[in-house]
């Protein structure tokens, strides 16, 4: 019997745990002949996996945050895979890990491709230092994984052209599968009015600031519009983007609904009636493949990270200006036709996307590729 290790320890947000979660969901589903341990953290909810064949391997939550990863992944998960005696790792976090057992590495952390000055400027010193290191270890370690997974074709191009790797492939993102009891019912109370949803963490490549600007806008020329979020206040940063939300008085245009469960995901998606996403930087990003499913038309940053997902299923604007957002959401919303366009071109770009179940097969036929490799080697 094979062991298989999935490190999931620090996918816990975002699109990290919509991979996790509905990787680990099929893989429940499965007869396995194998044995897989999962590592996570502490506390996180995976109570769907009732599978005898898999195994959480709870670690401290202090594994788990931005700051510990260089030394986590250095020498911690590595010797855990070496005790538990694992064939092949399964790596869906941010860093390689260092190990002798074979490893497929999930690649996405857009900070190692192209990111905007910006977003380097707007943050704390502590995180653009500890965000530099990781850089700099995964410059270092880029080789050490035996094959490494793009999320999109584009992205597989610029990491085979910056760190010159052998064996990139591509994987693209699915639509998340919902691992608990759907609560449609549920109501967030949203103010009437156009409902602009931007799901998001907070983070400095995130550009929710910019929102600020846009509801001043919209206040000031009395827009029927309103922007919501799903921001934690687990930061001080966080906290202090919500603290402006009140000090502008703006209150009325931004509604802050905080995190929300995957399982109510379907029904915000529901209770709004388009994607505003600022954005700087992404890898991805399932939010837009999401609000395509829903029937949302996408307002999106005029990126390249935004056009290799979106194509022509989205309306573009300059993320750093608040006039030319407001623009892009008046020229497409006030017209119904251009609504309709948008919202049916978003359906012809999500049907060109793998389903998970087809993501999860090309996960394990890879995975069956380099067991296969082990045992003839053997």
């Known amino acids: 019997m094979n062991t298989i290790v999935f490190n999931a320890l620090n996918s816990n947000s975002g699109g990290g745990k919509s991979i996790r979660d509905s990787f680990l969901k099929l893989l429940n589903e499965q007869e396995l002949q194998d044995r897989y341990v999962v590592f996570a953290a502490k506390g996180v909810q995976l109570d769907f996996i009732t599978n005898p064949k898999i195994e959480i391997m709870e670690l401290s939550a202090l594994y788990s945050r931005m700051a510990m990863a260089p030394l986590v992944y250095r020498f911690v998960l590595g010797r855990l895979i070496d005790r538990i005696g694992a064939d092949v790792v399964l790596n869906i976090g941010d860093l390689v890990i260092h190990t002798d057992a074979q490893q497929i590495y999930l690649f996405d952390w857009p900070y190692a491709l192209d990111v905007h000055e910006k977003v380097w400027a707007g943050m704390r010193s502590l995180d653009r230092l500890i965000r530099k290191v990781k850089l700099f270890l995964l410059n270092r370690d880029f080789h050490h994984p035996d094959i490494v997974i793009a999320q999109t074709g584009f992205i597989k191009g610029m990491l085979e052209e910056k760190y010159s790797l052998p064996d990139v492939r591509v994987i693209n993102s699915a639509v998340t599968i919902d691992t608990g009891p759907d609560d449609a019912d549920f109501n967030f109370s949203l103010p009437p009015g156009v409902e602009l949803l931007y799901p998001a963490v907070y983070y400095p490549h995130k550009n929710l600031e910019i929102l600020l600007d846009v509801a001043e806008l919209i206040k000031t020329r009395k827009l029927d519009y ?7 206040p687990d930061t001080s940063a966080a906290q202090a983007f919500l603290d402006a939300i009140s000090a502008r008085g703006l209150e009325a245009i931004i509604t802050n609904v905080g995190q929300v469960p995957l399982n109510r995901m379907k ?3 529901a209770q709004c009636d388009a ?19 829903y029937g949302l038309p996408v307002f999106t940053s005029d990126m390249w990270f935004a056009h290799a997902v979106c194509d022509g299923a989205a309306k573009y604007f300059d993320p750093f200006n608040a006039n030319d957002i407001l623009r ?7 017209d119904s036709a251009a609504t309709k366009a948008l919202v049916e071109a978003g359906q012809q770009q999500l049907a060109s996307f793998p389903s998970w179940e087809e993501n999860f097969a090309t ?10 490799k082990d045992r003839r080697a053997g």
């Open 226 to 232: 309103h922007i919501v979020i799903t921001v934690n």
């Open 267 to 269: 029904c915000l998606y």
């Open 275 to 293: 994607l505003l996403m600022p954005t700087l930087l992404e890898s991805f990003s399932i939010v837009y493949l999401e609000a395509m499913a």
């Open 328 to 334: 892009s959401l008046e020229e497409v919303l006030s």
């Open 363 to 372: 996960y394990q036929r890879f995975i069956a590729e380099l067991l296969e």
